[in-house]
C-alpha cells in the first residue's frame, strides 16, 4: 500500500491566484512539488504533486477542514542530512515569511530506530512531518 493523495479543504474564497501562487513558491522551492490547477467534480482546484503517483488536492469548501493540533502528513527522507537540508531551507524561507510554522524535536530514540524530524506548516491546514528513520 502507498500514500496516493490527500484531499485538504478550505474556506469558499480562498484559493485565489495570489494563495495559490504562494503555496507554490514554498512547496515547489522547499520540496520540489510542482502544482497545477484542475476541475475536479465541478469546482477549480488545486493540485500539489510530490511525484507523478502522489498529490495533494487542495479544494474550497463549506466545511472547509480544521486542524488547530498538530494533525500531520509524514514525508519519509534516506538520510539525515536530507532532512537537516529540508529543515534548512524551510529556516532560510521563514526568514522572509513569517507564516512559516517550524516545530524542531530532539532525535527519538526508540527500539533500535532513531527518528530524526521536524515539522512544518505554511498556509495549509496541517503540518509536514519531515523524518528519516536510522536503523542502530
Not at 41 to 51: A, E, F, K, M
Not at 73 to 102: H, M, N, P
Request: aromatic share 14%; hydrophobic share 40%.
Amino acid at each position: 500500500m502507498r500514500f496516493n493523495h490527500m484531499e485538504l479543504t478550505f474556506a469558499r474564497g480562498t484559493l485565489t491566484q495570489d494563495f495559490r501562487e504562494e503555496v507554490d513558491a514554498f512547496y515547489g522551492s522547499v520540496f520540489g512539488w510542482s502544482a497545477i490547477d484542475a476541475e475536479v467534480v465541478g469546482q477549480n482546484c488545486h493540485i500539489l504533486l510530490p511525484d507523478a503517483d502522489q498529490f495533494i488536492l487542495l479544494a474550497e469548501s463549506g466545511k472547509p477542514m480544521s486542524s488547530p493540533g498538530f494533525d500531520h502528513l509524514g514525508l519519509l527522507q534516506d538520510t539525515r542530512e536530507e532532512v537537516d537540508s529540508l529543515f534548512d531551507a524551510c529556516k532560510r524561507y521563514q526568514e522572509k515569511d513569517d507564516r512559516v510554522q517550524i516545530q524542531e524535536y530532539d532525535d527519538l530514540v526508540y527500539s533500535g530506530v532513531t527518528t530524526h524530524a521536524f515539522y512544518v506548516k505554511y498556509l495549509l491546514p496541517i503540518y509536514f512531518d519531515v523524518q528519516s528513520m536510522e536503523r542502530t
